[in-house]
């Protein structure tokens, strides 16, 4: 098969799970060394190393200022008559060509509008709808996204395949250099991740300063690590006694800062696919996460599940990770064998089977 993909979202500045995931399945599908030949579409030159260079592997760079996807991507498609076309970030183009797989990341959208401005959200559900409808095989990254797609956009559960992403997390410069760096304190439980409403940002402030009220002598801080989002709020956690903010953290940095907590504190309201719950198990940190989306599919029976509304639930589960360094050494062993379930290479054999069956 000649096989395009939308590679134009890996080639930003500041990557976030999307991107992440398009660059990591990408290399994957490569790494499988098929017979399939690979055409990757960019809108910017990528640099040298991002991907492997393959004797079947092709890359178009077309840049275009605007509209990019239905236009200057759906040209190239017209002209290059691919035999499917693979979007790994919602989107495929309006009017193109053959046949088609796309991945449906979440839809986070349907259950927080507030939380997206007005004309994204429109696009956002249009495009999904749209892209969902007219792909061959969806992609979901997880059974949560799946069961949304169907009873959002009433897609058919046997169009849907359920293919979790590979997560492993690189090796980091040592913890006492990434500690200075971001002046982290010596004992701390962390939040990774966008800092926005869905992530439940004041909940998690609100039950670390209930474990903190209840344990005063124990000087362990709440670290939020991650950028400022859509409707961030400055009195979430703004001056509040042993709460820190790190800003953005570099892609290279995140092991150690996962190693270096007592937990990581992950009660977001919806994830089609949480990455830092999974990323926290490989790097040996136990999770206290939610008990809803696809949440408990991904921590199963090694992370604290909890109703994400309960601010004394989340502090609870802080307590029992604090206070028991037996079951906090049980969660970790727990953890790292459910991480090994996530692999790229398993991903990667799933997406080339949907690409496939959508030829056939």
């Known amino acids: 098969m000649r096989i395009a993909i939308d590679a134009s979202r ?21 790494d499988l060394n098929s017979q399939h030949e690979f055409i990757l579409y960019f809108r910017d030159p990528p640099s040298a190393d991002l991907f492997p260079p393959h004797e079947r592997v ?9 509209a990019w996807t239905h236009l200057r991507f759906a040209a190239a498609l017209w002209r290059d008559r691919p035999d499917v076309t693979f979007v790994p970030a919602h989107t495929l183009p309006v009017y193109f ?9 979440d839809l986070g959208f349907r259950y927080f509008p507030e939380a997206h401005p007005t004309l994204s959200r429109f696009y956002l559900d249009w495009t999904t709808r749209y892209s969902a409808g007219r792909a061959n095989v969806v992609l979901a990254d997880s059974r949560a996204t799946a069961d949304d797609l169907t009873l959002f956009f009433n897609i058919a559960r046997d169009k849907i395949e359920v293919v979790y992403p590979g997560v492993d997390v690189p090796p980091s410069p040592s913890y006492p250099t990434v500690r200075e760096k971001y002046r982290l304190p010596e004992r701390y439980f962390l939040f990774l991740g966008t800092l926005q409403p869905r992530k439940n940002i004041a909940v998690i402030v609100q039950s670390y300063l209930r474990w903190r009220a209840a344990h005063p002598d124990d000087l362990v801080g709440l670290v939020l ?9 400055d009195k979430w956690a703004e001056g509040l006694p042993g709460v820190q903010m790190t800003g953005y953290i570099d892609e290279a940095d995140k092991s150690a800062l996962y190693a270096g907590a007592l937990a990581l504190v992950f009660p977001s309201l919806y994830e089609g696919f949480g990455f830092p719950v999974v990323e926290a198990m490989r790097c040996g940190t ?13 921590a199963g029976h090694a992370g604290l599940l909890v109703n994400p509304l309960d601010v004394g639930e989340i502090a609870d589960a802080m307590t029992k990770i604090a206070a028991d360094e037996g079951l906090r050494q049980r969660m970790i062993a ?3 064998e459910q991480a090994a379930q996530f692999t790229w290479e398993r991903a990667a054999e ?7 069956s959508a030829v056939k």
Do not use: C
């Open 58 to 66: 092709t890359h178009r760079v077309i840049p275009f200022p605007r």
């Open 350 to 356: 799933q997406a080339m089977a949907a690409l496939e």
């Open 225 to 233: 690590a991650g950028g400022k989002g859509w409707l961030y709020d």
């Open 97 to 105: 060509p053959g046949q088609a797989v796309v991945t449906v990341h």
């Open 286 to 298: 136990p999770v206290i996460t939610s008990n809803t989306s696809s949440l408990p599919e991904l």
């Open 10 to 30: 890996t080639t930003v500045q500041r990557v976030t799970g999307t991107e992440q995931y398009a660059i990591r399945l990408i290399r994957a599908l490569i």
């Open 334 to 336: 727990k953890g790292h």
